[in-house]
């Protein structure tokens, strides 16, 4: 049987120089996976992970909508990300732009496909820098901040989430 | 651009398409540099020149075997990397889960609302 949830682990690979895929199958439908993907309320319980509170969540789920995620970290900073959606498909396939507001010039594109077998729904997301030097920063910046051995700090790995 | 010389960056090294695909050829074990010609497809000074970028990095250790090369693979030098990436999955994966939990109640609430319509 299928155990409840899948608490798996989520892969990271890289296709190319300027791009990071993550992918994780989560033991859900499809169209629920999408409904708590873009539903602000669902956003605000996952999108922090072990990191933070979500504080504000805004969705404008439409080609030329809009998008911003803010959460407050453990060590009390906030940051946010945004972006523009350029193409919705219903539970199947989101592209938007994404940009860390504390570095409002590198604009990567993110795309979400969901695809479902079984009643399990896989989720892809590509993220394309417009570098491969921002691609690694971004990585980077995660790293850094794990590698610290406090707690309090590691808190800090929220700038890197998107 | 400004970037670290590839000669001494393993992240750089493993950057290019083609020397990832030779190191997961010598994955598999040890290789001479006319297999790998053989099974990348490319002539055999640019396959030279990769595995003199990824030997320099310390990724492949080389061999002389009669009048052959043998590269094979040094995992070690890759732990970098690989590192690099599992900080990322963490931060992922502790998201994911938190999503697996709103997904079984989502779940969950679908199952008791259609138990309702019948």
Known sequence: ?162 | MARAATTQDVFNAVAERRRREILDLLAGGERSVGDLVALVGIAQPLVSKHLRVLREVGAVRVREEGRQRMYRLNGAALQPVRDWIRGYERIWSERFDRLDAVLDELTEQEQRDGADDD
């Open chain 1, 1 to 162: 049987m299928a155990p409840t949830t899948t608490n798996g682990t989520a892969v990271v690979t890289m296709p190319s120089d300027t791009t990071i895929q993550i992918t994780r199958e989560f033991n859900a439908p499809r169209h629920l996976v999408f409904r708590a993907w873009t539903t602000p309320e669902l956003i605000t319980r996952w999108w922090a992970g072990d990191r933070g509170e979500v504080t504000a969540v805004e969705v404008d789920l439409r080609p030329g909508g809009t998008w911003r995620y803010v959460m407050r970290a453990n060590g009390g900073f906030e940051v946010a990300f945004r972006g523009e959606y350029s193409e919705v498909v219903p539970g199947e396939r989101i592209v938007s732009t994404e940009i860390f507001e504390a570095m409002p010039d590198k604009v990567a594109e993110s795309t979400v496909t969901f695809t479902e077998e079984n009643g399990r729904t896989t989720v892809t997301i590509l993220v394309r820098h417009e570098s491969q030097e921002d691609r690694d920063m971004h990585i980077n910046s995660g790293m850094e901040q794990g590698m610290q051995s406090s707690l309090d700090h590691l808190e800090q790995v929220a700038v890197s989430l998107r």
